[in-house]
């Protein structure tokens, strides 16, 4: 019998048993070819996952708060301005590295379950005639509150202000698992880590740069070391590292992208959208609201349960460890006890997010919400039901 059950959080993700073997590998010379015959296919896929162009990989041993760190000192200098928005806990932390840097953020407040409020970006780009504002940061998909920006409106509001601050974008919860367009969108500098859409255990910050990235990394003064993407991209243009790389966690990230591609990236993210719907259906037969304000920004990766009044949403993650051995998402800053989250990304299946449907319902009950036990999962069940994939149905 195995007491293992899928995992419900927003990262780290559930790991494909093939992808635990991926990681799995004896030891081997990362100064041999056999490491250049891993690192190569590994970068190949990470750029078709991110929709890269032109432009450069790095993969860091980090996470992606490691990857935030990378992005802004390897293109800024101590001063420089930095234009933000803030509406949850990974946009807030961004910042937050950001001052610790030295950067001067300009913050631009956004309600919690609200996207990047792109008119105001734009407003405050337009009025930067000067150009001091030198990078723009978005979360694509706030994970936690269940926010999915739309990162082609900020290029838009960009353009139309015509400013030329980098565009970065953190999509450590969003890539891999919904479409991320980095050369379409114009995007500069976009920040994964390994333990989110690429399935793997944490441990690698995963960054594309734009070639106006690169060429900022020539001139940017903020310290950086063993960050510093210049050594980095030296050593695997001949397929090799300044250091020791995690060579498991790169085999492991040359066969996730491979599972990826083989799915193919639309199906990956035609199999979240319908994932989510399920869980939406859920939510909404439970009576219950997400936090995130409209259905343009629900997140295809994770929804936010808003509790309902007296009620405390910490307490169903708490019940569903105990009780059932479950792991759910727990509100964080802001919005900590008022919702409780669900993680629908990375290796996810209708089947397995039935099961943690039906998790949190038994544990909404338990705690006497009032909530009907059944309905989440009938709504859910339905939704599957109907948007059964193409290739199920023809063999039934
Ligand atoms: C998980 C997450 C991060 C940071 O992650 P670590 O890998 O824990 O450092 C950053 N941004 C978003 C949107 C995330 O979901």
Redesign the pocket.
């Known amino acids: 019998m195995s007491d293992q059950n899928p995992v419900f959080i927003?990262?780290p993700t559930n790991i494909p048993e093939a992808l635990r073997r991926a990681c799995d590998v004896p030891t081997l010379d990362h100064r041999s070819p056999r490491f250049g015959a891993l690192l190569r296919p590994a970068l190949a896929g990470v750029r078709a996952v991110l929709g890269m162009e032109a432009g450069e990989v790095a993969l860091l041993p980090?996470?992606?708060?490691?990857?935030?760190e990378a992005a802004v000192t390897n293109t800024l200098s101590p001063g420089d301005r930095v234009l933000a928005a803030r509406h949850?806990m990974?946009?807030a932390?961004?910042i937050a590295l950001c001052r610790k840097h030295g950067l001067d953020v300009q913050v631009i407040e956004a309600p919690w379950g609200e996207g990047c409020p792109t008119d105001a970006m734009g407003a405050a780009l337009a009025a930067d005639t000067d150009h001091r504002i030198k990078a723009v940061l978005a979360?694509?998909?706030?994970?936690?509150t269940g926010v999915t920006s739309e990162i082609a409106a900020l290029r838009a509001a960009m353009d139309g202000a015509r400013h030329p601050a980098l565009l970065m974008v953190?999509?450590?919860?969003?890539i891999g698992s919904i479409p991320f367009e980095m050369a379409r969108w114009g995007v500069d500098v976009a920040?994964a880590?390994?333990?989110?859409g690429f399935m793997l255990p944490?441990g690698l910050?995963i960054l594309g740069l734009s070639p106006r990235a690169l060429a900022a990394m020539e001139h940017a003064g903020l310290t950086r070391a063993y960050f510093d993407l210049r050594d980095l991209l030296g050593a695997t243009d001949t397929g090799g590292y300044p250091y020791t790389p995690p060579v498991g966690l790169i085999s492991g990230l040359a066969a996730s992208v491979a599972m990826l591609q083989a799915e193919g990236l639309d199906a990956v993210h035609a199999r979240h959208a319908r994932i989510a719907g399920g869980v939406r259906a859920a939510v909404r037969a439970w009576g219950l609201e997400l936090c995130a304000r409209r259905p343009a920004l629900y997140s295809d990766t994770?929804s936010a349960v808003m509790a309902p009044p007296g009620c405390n949403g910490s307490e169903v993650v708490t019940l569903a460890a105990q009780k059932y051995g479950v792991a759910f998402g727990i509100g964080l800053g802001d919005v900590a006890g008022k919702l409780f989250r669900i993680g629908h990304l990375g290796s996810v299946t209708d089947v397995m997010m039935l099961s943690g449907i039906a998790t949190a319902e038994m544990c909404m009950a338990d705690l006497g919400w009032p909530i009907e036990l059944g309905a989440g999962v009938a709504a859910a069940q339905d939704h599957y039901r109907t948007t059964a994939l193409a290739e199920h149905r023809a063999a039934a």
């Open positions: 927003p990262g980090a996470t992606g708060t490691g990857g935030w949850g990974f946009s932390r961004w979360t694509h998909n706030e994970t936690a953190d999509g450590v919860s969003s920040v880590g390994s333990q989110k944490a910050a994770v």
